[in-house]
T-cell receptor, first 113, second 114 residues
Framework: GQNIDQPTEMTATEGAIVQINCTYQ??????LFWYQQHAGEAPTFLSY????GLEEKGRFSSFLSRSKGYSYLLLKELQMKDSASYLC??????????????FGRGTQLTVWP | DTEVTQTPKHLVMGMTNKKSLKCEQH?????MYWYKQKAKKPPELMFV???????INESVPSRFSPECPNSSLLNLHLHALQPEDSALYLC?????????????FGNGTRLTVT
C-alpha cells in the first residue's frame, strides 16, 4: 500500500558498500523507518527519518528527501551477517492512514565472501 | 534479545481448535500491534491497540479475536482457523500509536493450521 517501492534483491561482497533505495508517495508523509529481518526472525529497528538529510549509526546510515519521496539505507563494510531482508516502512499522518505503518516488500540482501 | 515476549514460539492446531497467542512488553509503551507475515512477504497489519483500546482493525476475519487486558499484555484468540492462516504472527509495541515512534517486535509465533 501507499506505493512503497524497493528492489526485491541485491547482492554484494564482504567489505563493500551497498545502497538500498525506497520510494513512496509523498502525500501525508509522516516518517520513514528501516528494519532488518533475518530469515525466520522478527524485524529489528534500524533507523527513523522524519526530516531531510542523513542519519548515521555506525556502519548503517539512512537518508531522506521528503520532497522527492525517496530514502536510502547505506550499509558500509559489509559483513556476512548483514545478509537479511531490509524493510522500508512509512507512516502517514492523516485520515484513515493515521497510526498505520506501511511496509515495502523488502529487499533481500545477500553478502558473498 | 527482544523486549517484547511472545508465547508460544510454535503452535500447531487443527481447524476446530481454540488457542491463544500471548504477548507481553514492559517498556511502558502505550500502543500494541498484531501483524501476520507469510514467507518472503512483508508484515501485514491486523490490529492496533492504543491506550488499551482497539484503534485499528484491518478487516480481519472474526476467527481472530484480539484482547488487551492491560497496557503490558496483548492476546490473540484463535478459533476455527483455516490452513491459509498458517503464518508467522508478530506482536509489536511502540511508545505511541500515531506512527511517530518505532515498532519493537517480538520473535513471533509460527502457527501451522492442519
Amino acid at each position: 500500500g501507499q506505493n512503497i517501492d524497493q528492489p526485491t534483491e541485491m547482492t554484494a561482497t564482504e567489505g563493500a558498500i551497498v545502497q538500498i533505495n525506497c520510494t513512496y508517495q509523498t502525500s501525508g508523509f509522516n516518517g520513514l523507518f528501516w528494519y532488518q529481518q533475518h530469515a525466520g526472525e522478527a524485524p529489528t529497528f534500524l533507523s527513523y527519518n522524519v526530516l531531510d538529510g542523513l542519519e548515521e549509526k555506525g556502519r548503517f546510515s539512512s537518508f531522506l528527501s521528503r520532497s522527492k519521496g525517496y530514502s536510502y539505507l547505506l550499509l558500509k563494510e559489509l559483513q556476512m551477517k548483514d545478509s537479511a531482508s531490509y524493510l522500508c516502512a512509512v507512516s502517514f499522518d492523516r485520515g484513515s492512514t493515521l497510526g498505520r505503518l506501511y511496509f515495502g516488500r523488502g529487499t533481500q540482501l545477500t553478502v558473498w565472501p | 534479545d527482544t523486549e517484547v515476549t511472545q508465547t508460544p514460539k510454535h503452535l500447531v492446531m487443527g481447524m476446530t481448535n481454540k488457542k491463544s497467542l500471548k504477548c507481553e512488553q514492559h517498556m511502558g509503551h502505550r500502543a500494541m500491534y498484531w501483524y501476520k507475515q507469510k514467507a518472503k512477504k512483508p508484515p501485514e497489519l491486523m490490529f492496533v491497540y492504543s491506550y488499551e483500546k482497539l484503534s485499528i482493525n484491518e478487516s480481519v476475519p472474526s476467527r481472530f479475536s484480539p484482547e488487551c487486558p492491560n497496557s503490558s499484555l496483548l492476546n490473540l484468540h484463535l478459533h476455527a482457523l483455516q490452513p491459509e492462516d498458517s503464518a508467522l504472527y508478530l506482536c509489536a509495541s511502540s511508545q505511541e500509536g500515531q506512527g511517530n515512534s518505532p515498532l519493537h517486535f517480538g520473535n513471533g509465533t509460527r502457527l501451522t493450521v492442519t
